[in-house]
């Protein structure tokens, strides 16, 4: 069984890098954006803020440590939200490239994914006639011959390059495979426990979103990882809700925000990230469950806290 917890954490992944600023006005895409998304999420009840960074321009997606640098200290400013920022940056990125932002800015937290991966993305480009700006379509397109390449000498880079920052990580793991290679790394001395694993559920080229996928990935990382890891979970697209609602069931956590879902329901599309909080905080605690805040997630995951960034 995962570790056990009296409080559920709430994750916003603010804006990302799958959707493009075609497919909804309300994604953030300036600094200010992104910075007004983050603490609007922690207001609603997020004890997390996963962020990426976009060029204002043009909204597509950037690892540029001096675009983190506009919100960051705005974010932290305003609230005292634990702060993971990407080390996934886009497919399209190097590892070099997509490290930058963790490295030169040590948060607390860093997302790593588990592993390499087909990312595929093209199956949106039908439901838009047009697009805003010329990046968008041949960025989705791409996504059918493109592969997200995280290799072992990939995240044992990531890994051994943040060691002295001690920031710890978001495993995210988008299939089984990924569960055994985050005990890999954790056999290796690369992480510690208790592990944070962020499991992903119906990314095309990764895992389902079936009930008994999410009990297999479950099911796994309990048998790998014991009472050392907390558990969480986001489902893409129309399965956001659905999944954080099993994971709640189940004993985890959730992660919620535009970079998973646009919508808030059936043909309604989100009009902030702090909808989509309020919402599964309605759900947990409908169910029972108490919100975990920022610094009842920095006690679980024993983060190092918001005074030892570099930000």
Avoid at 52 to 73: C, I, N, T, V
Avoid at 184 to 192: E, P
Avoid at 235 to 262: F, K, P, T, Y
């Amino acid at each position: 069984m995962s570790a056990a917890q009296g409080k559920v954490i709430i994750t916003c992944a603010v804006t990302g890098s799958i959707h493009t600023p075609t497919m909804s006005p309300h994604l953030p895409i300036t600094p200010q954006e992104v910075a007004r998304g983050a603490i609007g999420a922690a207001e609603a009840g997020a004890a997390i803020v996963h962020l990426h960074a976009r060029k204002p321009e043009d909204g597509s997606p950037s690892q540029d440590p001096d675009l983190f640098h506009e919100f960051l200290p705005q974010i932290a400013v305003a609230s005292d939200v634990v702060i993971n920022l990407t080390t996934g940056g886009a497919a399209t990125m190097t590892v070099q490239e997509r490290l930058r932002p963790a490295l030169e800015l040590k948060p607390e937290v860093a997302s790593l994914n588990m592993g390499s991966m087909n990312f595929g993305l093209y199956e949106m480009l039908g439901r838009y006639k047009e697009f805003k700006y010329d990046w968008e379509k041949p960025y989705l397109a791409g996504s059918d011959d493109r592969i997200f390449k995280n290799s072992f000498k990939d995240i044992a880079y990531i890994l051994e390059s943040c060691s002295a920052n001690g920031t710890r990580f978001e495993m995210e793991c988008y299939d089984i495979g990924h569960l055994y290679t985050a005990a890999h790394f954790l056999d290796r001395g690369l992480v510690k426990a208790p592990l944070f694993i962020q499991s992903v559920f119906g990314i095309r080229g990764g895992i389902g979103p079936h009930p008994e996928d999410v009990l297999h990935m479950k099911r796994t990382a309990d048998r790998l990882f014991g009472d050392a890891y907390y558990w969480s979970v986001l489902g893409a697209g129309r399965n956001q809700m659905q999944i954080a609602a099993m994971s709640a069931v189940m004993g985890g956590n959730v992660r919620v925000g535009l970079e998973d879902s646009l919508w808030l329901g059936k043909g309604r599309l989100a009009e902030s990230n702090a909808e989509q909080v309020a919402k599964v905080r309605r759900i947990l605690e409908e169910l029972g469950l108490a919100i975990a805040t920022p610094d009842d997630a920095r006690a679980m995951l024993k983060l190092k806290g918001a005074r030892n960034v570099g930000f």
